[in-house]
């Protein structure tokens, strides 16, 4: 298990069976900043090498996941030793960041089981995993490519994806050659009306137009459809040194010593920019969703690496498209899919290397969720409990999940070209003999790192499955989905589209068929957006004639808000409650459970009305209260 510093307060005694879960654990590498602490005026900042110029009274730990541990070194307890301890820290913390081969999480209760333990979700390291998950999607026209089994086409890429099943692994692999890392055009996603969804990277514009492989290019990309759209994934979406620098200046603003004037303190928020990142997120996926839902077409996502906005995008329109993946099983594979096996460089986004690419790209999808939770809490089946606890472990790194920056490094790590490792019990010198080798963890192994009563914060109680069913759509349902115009290209950017002349900037080919005016439609402008266009109703009035399961959310104004739970967690004060314990402040707390209690309230027809409800499916309004009320606490309480 990675190298860590844990504090044992006077009477309180670490769980058995958590014993990864603890306010007073901190993972070496989550440190990131460590004060000394003498007097009202004496701080020092501690790094290695430099010497402590006095005894510290206390010592400030700030976590890189907004957490804040202030140790005090009481007369007559650990004073003579505070020198000694302080200094220990600093060597060790010195040390893990010179050292980042972990081998993961070895527990005693991971060797409990017998045989090996079957990972919670399909990791997508077989030909299997992903033939399962196409046919789960009904991907009928994609067939899973082999080509990459070995990673000599792209290492950044998973051993196996989906490409369109007429093509040959030939033409893939050279196909894939025309694109930046090797990351040419795949299935991210089938809608069951019959759209599909592609992410891929950049093109070389250097390509030679004349090559024959140019038309399976095109034809990759068009998917078997007439109706193709090329979105730019990074227009009017921040860049990465955006991206860091938001989330530095969040980091510095929301820390207990922020040096913000209280009277300030909004405008300072406002000034990080960290919201209007979210707000653009939301805003481009919900256009994509509605390109996706409207007519039967390819939509294609290109970023230049394809390994950041890509994913986020992709992952924002399947949660607001597909009712299956706002289910905790289904949620997991959605990360699984567009983030882990699809190469995220999780290991230098989120700083752990150090490196100078730092961006935390999956710390702000995570916000993105956070925010469609708060407008659309019957819709997801995970609560806000389980994002806390996704936030936090991709800050420590006790698996390979989050340790690594692309499928084959984690292969590489492991010893074999599979993620999950071996892991011996404590206590023996030998792996467990026969076939009973326990893989190693990922981070969807809650119940080895998380109690039971932590686990069951997971679920969100509201969660009407009635709303998800296995088939929420009938496939290829003509009266929902209507086809596009015929050979149609377009570019989507900046809220509109745009016909294109052919697929690939580098060819020179005549024009496409002429396109009417009508399927082109005028630019969104303001405060509009693309589905203002197609459904006539401005989608932030929440009153939208909307396809059946795709979710539209709002980004106007205070409709995003500041994820206080997990940002504001080393504030004990702000996590007591929404506001302070004043007359107002309770009267703020009831307004916001009555909206919560609002959008609780199942959606149901006129016809619904009169009809006489299971009483299993009613919620109870003091029980969808009191969740709340207990929301207003810390997470690391209920440890």
């Not at 033939?131 to 082999?146: F, H, I, L």
């Not at 300030?264 to 481009?284: H, I």
């Not at 936090?392 to 070209?417: C, H, I, M, Y």
């Amino acid at each position: 298990m990675p190298p860590r510093v844990t504090f044992q307060p006077c009477g309180w005694q670490r769980s058995q069976e958590t014993p990864l879960s603890s306010e007073y654990d901190f993972v070496l590498v989550n440190i990131g900043r460590l004060e000394a602490v003498s007097g009202l005026s004496r701080v020092q900042l501690l790094r290695p090498g430099s010497p402590l110029k006095f005894i510290p009274e206390e010592i400030l730990i700030h976590g890189r996941d907004f957490r804040l541990l202030r140790v005090a070194f009481e007369a007559g307890g650990l004073e003579p030793q505070a020198f000694q301890v302080t200094m220990a820290i600093v060597r060790a913390r010195a040390q893990s960041s010179q050292a980042q081969q972990y081998a993961g999480i070895s527990l005693s209760k991971a060797g409990q089981s017998s045989g090996s333990r079957k990972p919670p979700i399909p990791l997508l390291e077989t030909s299997e995993d992903w033939e399962t998950e196409r046919k789960k999607q009904g991907a009928k026209g994609w067939r899973v490519s082999t080509v990459n089994e070995r990673f000599d086409v792209a290492t950044s890429l998973p051993r196996y994806f989906w490409v369109p099943k007429r093509t040959l692994d030939s033409e893939v692999r050279r196909t894939f050659g025309h694109f930046r890392q090797g990351r040419g055009p795949r299935l991210s996603w089938h809608h069951p009306g019959g759209s599909d969804l592609l992410r891929c990277g950049g093109f070389y514009t250097a390509s030679d137009p004349n090559k024959e492989d140019i038309r399976a290019v095109e034809s990759m990309l068009q998917a078997g459809h007439s109706d193709v759209v090329l979105v730019d994934a990074v227009d009017e979406l921040p860049s990465l040194t955006d991206v860091q620098l938001a989330h530095l200046k969040l980091r510095a603003l929301c820390l207990p010593d922020s040096s913000a004037a209280e009277e300030k303190w909004l405008s300072a928020l406002e000034g990080t920019r960290w919201l209007d990142y979210v707000r653009s997120c939301l805003r481009k996926a919900s256009d994509i969703s509605v390109l996706v839902t409207s007519r039967v077409r390819s939509v294609v996502l290109q970023e230049r690496s394809d390994r950041d906005f890509n994913g986020l995008l992709s992952s924002l329109v399947q949660l607001l498209s597909a009712p299956g993946a706002r289910t905790l099983l289904g949620f997991q594979s959605l990360v699984q899919r567009e983030w882990v096996a699809a190469g995220h460089p999780f290991l230098t986004r989120l700083g752990v290397t150090g490196a100078s690419e730092e961006a935390p790209v999956f710390l702000l999808f995570l916000d993105c969720v956070w925010q469609l939770l708060q407008q659309f809490p019957a819709e997801f089946e995970f609560s806000e409990f389980f994002l806390l606890a996704l936030h936090d472990s991709a800050r420590v790194p006790d698996t390979l999940t989050f340790l690594r920056n692309t499928p084959w490094e984690r292969g590489k790590q492991s010893g074999q070209f599979n993620s999950y490792t071996q892991i011996c019990t404590p206590g023996y010198s030998q792996p467990l003999a026969g076939n009973s080798l326990n893989p190693q963890l990922s981070v969807w192994d809650w119940d080895l790192r998380y109690s039971s009563e932590q686990i069951l914060q997971f679920h969100n109680p509201g969660y009407d499955p009635e709303y998800c069913p296995d088939s929420w759509l009938p496939r290829q349902q003509p009266s929902f989905l209507v086809p596009g115009p015929p050979s149609s290209v377009w570019l989507f950017s900046r809220g509109a589209l745009t016909p294109l002349n052919q697929l690939c900037p580098w060819r020179d080919s005549p024009s496409l068929l002429g396109v009417s005016s009508r399927w082109l439609p005028r630019p969104a402008i303001s405060s509009e957006s693309l589905a203002d266009q197609e459904w006539g109703l401005p989608s932030h009035w929440g009153a939208c004639p909307l396809p059946p399961g795709l979710l539209l959310p709002g980004y106007l104004g205070p409709q995003i808000r500041l994820w206080r739970r997990c940002y504001l967690r080393g504030r004990p004060e702000v996590q007591k409650g929404l506001s302070a314990p004043t007359i107002s402040g309770l009267q703020d707390e009831l307004s916001h459970l009555q909206e919560l209690l609002r959008k609780w309230t199942p959606r149901a027809s006129p016809e619904d009305h009169s009809k006489k409800r299971d009483s299993h499916t009613i919620l109870n309004p003091i029980e969808i209260a009191v969740f709340f009320m207990g929301q207003f606490y810390p997470w690391i309480s209920s440890c």
